[in-house]
């Protein structure tokens, strides 16, 4: 059964989508405004949750976990934060699935905390060493909080245009809208800095000891193939990178049975087909 609550992590409350049993798996969102944990991962969560425990927070500045005082967000704090998380949980050892701004985070923590993280799942990623701002991405971190600006980003987001439904704008208007005022402060322009926050050095990347599966669409205009995902294959010690043909920046989504289908083998290879 997958529940949500609020768990205080170092003095601040952080909302998470909380299910399942069996192994832990640690799911972060990326950084597109409006963005939650449980609105990036439930699809997923629900069919993972008969196998796996999952955790999948709203990370600061994001959903219904408000930055911490003095704080404005920043790949230190979300990588921080999702450690104390699964310390205060009592979760010695998990999976990370990270995706976008996520994924950078996932890898960030790997290398931080060796003992704890069994696997990375790196999905449409960031934190490629001197990764540039894509056009595309400076674009979603400036969307305006409207039916518009939501339309614009969902588009940059998917190649398929059909799966910018009418219903998926207004429910993405509606997250930015109740979310806006947090995320004013993470990516303020200029905001090249900000991508170069979420960018990992060569040193924390051969930090990374656990296995790690890259997936990326091959249509991603948001962080493409040749500047996000496939430096990393230089850089990561155990790595393996599986590509989807007709797929922008959110696999999940556009190519969701195989995607999950991926996650289950990689998170758990005995039990893999």
Known sequence: MTAVRTVTVDGSPVHVLDGGTGPAVLMLHGSGPGTTGSGAWAATAQALGTSWHVIAPDQAGFGRTPLPAGSRGGLRLWTEQAASL????????????????????ALALAAARPQQVTRVVAVSTMGAPGAPLSADLD???AAPASPAG???????????????????????????????GAFASLFPPPRARWATDLTLSAQTLAAVRAPVLLVHGVEDRVTPLATAAQPLLQHLADVRLHVFGRCGHVPAIEHPREFRQLLSCFLDPDRGH
């Open 86 to 105: 699964m310390d205060a949980l009592g979760v010695e050892h998990y999976a990370v699935v990270g995706h976008s701004m996520g994924g950078a985070v």
């Open 139 to 141: 674009a979603v971190w």
């Open 150 to 180: 939501a339309r614009d980003m969902l588009s940059r987001l998917v190649l398929d245009q059909a799966l910018v439904t009418d219903a998926a704008v207004d429910a993405r208007a509606s997250a930015m809208r109740a979310g806006a």
